[in-house]
């Protein structure tokens, strides 16, 4: 079953933060984060896994909330560049906690940043 | 350069006959995707092949069919059965589908117009 994002858009001025939100109704082995740039291929951010901790890359970073099934994306004072739109992909697990190999995709969270 | 290649960028085709999207990789990875994406949504697993000669069909299999003879290589076939097939088509690999912390790297991507 497809996580839900919300928000589904978010406007900002540089500078600004944003949070992005990915729920899902599964339990969760790791929630995968991609930025995707109109017309182009997504590119990756970063993984959560279960158990592990909060990671970040540059000025953007992500929590996972195993209990609620649920994965955050912070943006700190948003560039020009964070611009696109972010999927969270989810992937669960057996009993084992070998991965099932495949990912979910949220239907994505539009970030638009303005001067 | 290490990477994915999807060919033809953009496709066209006429209602009712077949057509087979390439992708090819040279990062030496084992696993290998394909997705579907339509506008404002997120992507949608077709299939998915974990090592060569062997794949599993994703979320929405039906009209599409895929070969994993090599393992840089990963075709689909879009069929004529594919009721609703104008889209962006994406491939994606991953080093190792097994484990949770497993990237996936995409490719540009390949934008099928049925007419």
């Known amino acids: 079953q497809q996580p839900v994002q919300s928000p589904q858009a978010v406007i900002l001025r540089e500078g600004e933060d944003a949070v992005i939100n990915c729920s899902s109704s599964?339990?969760?082995?790791?929630v995968h984060w991609y930025r995707q740039k109109h017309g182009e291929a997504p590119v990756f951010l970063m993984i959560?896994?279960?158990?592990?901790e909060q990671m970040r890359h540059e000025k953007i970073s992500a929590s996972f909330n195993e209990k609620k099934q649920q994965s955050s994306l912070y943006l700190t004072a948003s560039q020009l560049s964070y611009s696109g739109t972010y999927f969270c992909?989810?992937?669960?697990?057996?009993?084992?906690?070998?991965?099932?190999?495949?990912?979910?995709f949220g239907q994505g969270t539009i970030l638009t940043v303005h001067p | 350069d290490g990477g994915i290649t999807q060919s033809p960028k953009y496709l066209f085709r006429k209602e009712g006959q077949n057509v087979t999207l390439s992708c090819e990789q040279n990062?030496?990875?084992?696993?290998m995707y394909w997705y579907r994406q339509d506008p404002g949504q997120g992507l949608r697993l077709i299939y998915y092949s974990q090592i060569v000669n062997d794949f599993q069909k994703g979320d929405i299999a039906e009209g599409y069919s895929v070969s994993r003879e090599k393992k840089e290589s990963f075709p689909l076939t879009v069929t004529s059965a594919q009721k609703n097939p104008t889209a962006f088509y994406l491939c994606a690999s991953s080093i190792d589908a097994r484990l949770a912390e497993d990237e996936q790297f995409f490719g540009p991507g390949t934008r099928l117009t049925v007419l």
């Open positions: 990062l030496n990875h084992d696993a």
């Open positions: 959560l896994l279960k158990g592990g």
């Open positions: 992909g989810t992937e669960g697990g057996n009993a084992g906690g070998t991965s099932y190999g495949k990912l979910t």
């Open positions: 599964k339990a969760l082995y790791s």
